[in-house]
C-alpha cells in the first residue's frame, strides 16, 4: 500500500505589488497584530508604501484578502533591506513568508543587488539562514537614532 502525501501548494495565494483599498485595510490590520508595529496608522502606512521602492503582498487568490506583506528599500546595486515581512497568524506554517523571501530575493528589479540586510530577533536567525542570511558572527551592529531627536 503506497501513501499518499499532500504537499501544500502556493496555488491558492497571488503575489502582488499594488494594492487595493481593501487589502491597505488587510495591511493596516496585520500591522495592529504585530508587536513591533501595532501602532503604526493608516495615513503613515499609505506614506510608507508610496516611498518603499518595492512593496510585494500575498493574497489568497478567491477573496483578494491580503494576508502577508514586506518591503524593500534598496539603491538597487550595492544595497536592499528588506522589511516587515509579515503573515497573518492563522495564515503562518504554511510557506508563505517563505513566498515572499524568495519573491524579494528573485525580484527582477533586485537581480543586480549585492547585499540583502534585515534586521530581526534572535530567535529568527534560524528562519533567516535557510535564505542564506547570516548574522557575520556578530560583526555588525545596529545602530539608532531615535527620529524625535532634536539637532
Known sequence: MSKVIIIYTIMSYEIIEQFNAAQIEDLCELYKLAWWCHDRQPPDINIM?????INLGICEKQ????????????DYIYRA????LMVASNYQKQGLGSQLMNEVLNH??????RIFMLICLPEMIPYYEKFWFDDHDGKYKLMICDGTVSY
Open 81 to 84: 533591506t528588506i522589511w516587515d
Open 108 to 113: 527582477s528589479q533586485l537581480k543586480n543587488v
Open 63 to 74: 477573496s483578494g484578502k491580503l494576508v502577508g506583506f514586506t518591503r524593500v528599500l534598496t
Open 49 to 53: 508604501l508610496k516611498n518603499s521602492d
